[in-house]
């Protein structure tokens, strides 16, 4: 018996010693390594403090553990991370872009103008005995895409507590479309277009303007290309094709990456023949559509030497992929400017710039304003980092809002080019990074947290993009080729690190322009 007794408690001592060793005591360091409510390096707001900001924000994405990778949304889980929840100053009057009573007086007039014009186009289409539906227009003041334009400010296009971003990307998937027609660009070329062009005008890619039943409007890019197909190892960029699925995931990545700097953009299936060709004022657009031998209904683009049915979109029967883009302000009341990028590629066949045969290239243009002083240059580093992601070789210009000066944040618009190629990383469309060595420090700080396990961004852009009407946005092997591409990123920043040293290449998020608008030192131009 006593023998009996004592292998007895042998055995729950071993099975509790083996119980604090392996389950109370990884708790106990989960717990020990969450990070606290009350941390010394916040403010009330959640604003960063006092100059520490690089020190603090280290301690933090070190410290940051999760209690389960397992379960539950990583997505989630990322913006609840204290990397994405350093605020910016509060935003002053001068630092939206729009203020409310101007932006509704001038939609108002436009809602009225447009009556006005609907009126007159079904009058004169009654008397070619074509019927245009006559869609009422919604307005609301609390629209979706009202929300959108009127939370642009000084640092992004949207707040990361904007809901009205998830309401803009499903109005767009559902909206009733109440008006078809060709964007201003493509309208430009009055359908005559230059054969001897190696640079094809931006009208030969087959985009329209939608506009939604409460006068939102959004730019449909057609589906062009199959997800398993890749571009063409011969084609130039400047002749590739433009994806829709591209749009989507560049909006995405975006997002993730926390530059916030690209408009919302959804997928949509869009009916062609009752969402474009029977609701359509354009008569030229009108023009343009036919059925194919298979009964499809079919449109091509404007430009006259591709008036032909081969380079022509066609639906199944009538359902058409696409991606829908949510317009910008109007240039009348959001002024924009266009910029050549510093890094412009050759489009010829045989040219080739500056950056591509000078190493010191960086040196040059740093003596140039506005890249002398100010964010400018690193912006655009941070630019090149979401076109090597992408694979868009294709960034000839950027655009920035003129009412917030030199120190306002790029615009990265027109990403149809990006996800091309898989299999091929363009290690070129880093040249602002390798030639410069320089990169924010929170843009480093959020790539390395990205090319973590728990956080990596091929399981990320996974889930983010599921959430989209459209199935499988970006196959397996362009989301793999992202976790390739940021370990590319990382080492070239490593690189430049151990040459020159972190405090040269590693830079404060906001540097204070020497000429132009009045900045905020300490916010954090993104």
Same mark, same amino acid.
């Given at each position: ?16 010693? +083996? ?19 009350? =941390? +010394? ?15 603090? #924000? ?29 605020? &910016? ?6 630092? #939206? #872009? ?27 289409? @009654? @008397? ?5 539906? !006559? ?5 609301? &003041? ?18 990361? /507590? ?18 078809? !027609?060709?964007?201003? %660009? /493509? ?7 230059? =054969? ?12 329209? +303007? ?35 699925? @591209?749009?989507? @995931?560049?909006f995405h990545l975006d997002r993730i990456l926390d530059f916030r700097r690209v408009p919302p953009v959804s997928g949509r299936f869009v009916n062609v023949t009752g969402e474009i060709l029977y609701i359509t004022h354009n008569e030229e657009l009108r023009n343009v559509f036919f059925t194919s031998p298979a009964n499809n209904t079919c449109f091509f683009a404007k430009c006259l030497y591709v008036c032909k049915s081969e380079y022509a979109v066609c639906g199944h029967p009538d359902l058409l992929?696409?991606?829908?883009? +949510? ?31 000078? &190493?010191?290239?960086? %040196? ?22 979401? !076109? ?18 030199? !120190? ?23 040249? &602002?990074?390798?030639? =410069? =060595? ?11 947290? #990205? ?7 091929? %399981? ?32 070239t920043v490593g690189k430049c690190v151990k040459n020159l040293g972190e405090a040269q290449v590693v830079a404060t998020d906001f540097v204070e322009s020497t000429r132009g608008t009045t900045s905020h030192p300490g916010g954090n131009n993104r």
């Amino acid at each position: 018996m006593r023998r009996d007794r004592l292998l007895v408690a042998v055995t729950l001592v071993t099975l509790l010693a +083996a119980d604090i060793h392996f389950v109370l005591l990884p708790r106990l360091k989960s717990w020990y390594h969450l990070p606290r409510e009350s =941390c +010394a390096c916040r403010d009330a707001n959640g604003t960063m403090g006092n100059g520490g900001t690089s020190t603090e #924000l280290w301690i933090l994405i070190q410290n940051s553990t999760l209690v389960s990778t397992e379960y539950g949304s990583k997505l989630d889980r990322l913006f609840r991370h204290p990397l994405y929840n350093v605020h &910016p100053p509060e935003l002053g009057p001068d630092e #939206l #872009l729009l203020q409310h009573e101007e932006l509704m007086s001038y939609y108002k007039r436009k809602v009225s103008r447009w009556e006005i014009l609907k009126k007159y186009y079904i009058k004169v289409a @009654a @008397a070619s005995n074509i019927t245009i539906p !006559d869609h009422p227009v919604i307005f609301d &003041p609390e629209a979706s895409w009202l929300q959108f334009h009127l939370g642009i400010n000084r640092y992004a296009l949207y707040s990361r /507590e904007d809901n009205s971003i998830d309401r803009l990307l499903q109005d767009m998937k559902t909206a009733t479309v109440i008006s078809a !027609d060709y964007t201003q %660009d /493509e309208k430009a070329l009055k359908g005559s277009c230059d =054969c001897s062009q190696v640079v094809k005008p931006s009208g030969l890619h087959l985009k329209l +303007a939608l506009k939604l039943q409460d006068f939102g409007k959004a730019m449909f890019k057609p589906m062009r290309q199959e997800r398993h197909e890749e571009t063409p190892e011969n084609f130039f960029y400047f002749v590739d094709f433009q994806r829709h699925n @591209a749009e989507i @995931a560049a909006f995405h990545l975006d997002r993730i990456l926390d530059f916030r700097r690209v408009p919302p953009v959804s997928g949509r299936f869009v009916n062609v023949t009752g969402e474009i060709l029977y609701i359509t004022h354009n008569e030229e657009l009108r023009n343009v559509f036919f059925t194919s031998p298979a009964n499809n209904t079919c449109f091509f683009a404007k430009c006259l030497y591709v008036c032909k049915s081969e380079y022509a979109v066609c639906g199944h029967p009538d359902l058409l992929e696409g991606s829908m883009s +949510a317009y910008l302000p109007g240039l009348s009341i959001a002024p924009r400017i266009s910029i050549p990028n510093p890094w412009i590629r050759s489009y010829s066949f045989t040219g080739r710039e500056e950056w591509e045969v000078n &190493p010191l290239y960086c %040196d040059t243009i740093k003596k140039r304003y506005p890249y002398s002083s100010g964010n400018r240059l690193l912006n655009i580093i941070d630019m090149a980092i979401f !076109d090597f992601l992408t694979g868009n070789m294709d960034r000839h210009h950027y655009e920035l809002f003129t009412k917030f000066g030199d !120190d306002g944040f790029l615009l990265h618009l027109d990403n149809a080019r990006g996800f091309g190629r898989h299999s091929h990383d363009e290690m070129s469309i880093l040249a &602002p990074l390798t030639q =410069c =060595c320089m990169i924010k420090r929170s843009t480093l700080l959020r790539l390395e947290l #990205l090319a973590r396990s728990e956080y990596r961004l091929s %399981d990320i852009m996974r889930e983010s993009l599921s959430r989209d009407t459209l199935t499988q946005i970006l196959t397996e092997a362009h989301l793999q080729a992202l976790d390739r591409r940021l370990e590319q990123v990382l080492g070239t920043v490593g690189k430049c690190v151990k040459n020159l040293g972190e405090a040269q290449v590693v830079a404060t998020d906001f540097v204070e322009s020497t000429r132009g608008t009045t900045s905020h030192p300490g916010g954090n131009n993104r």
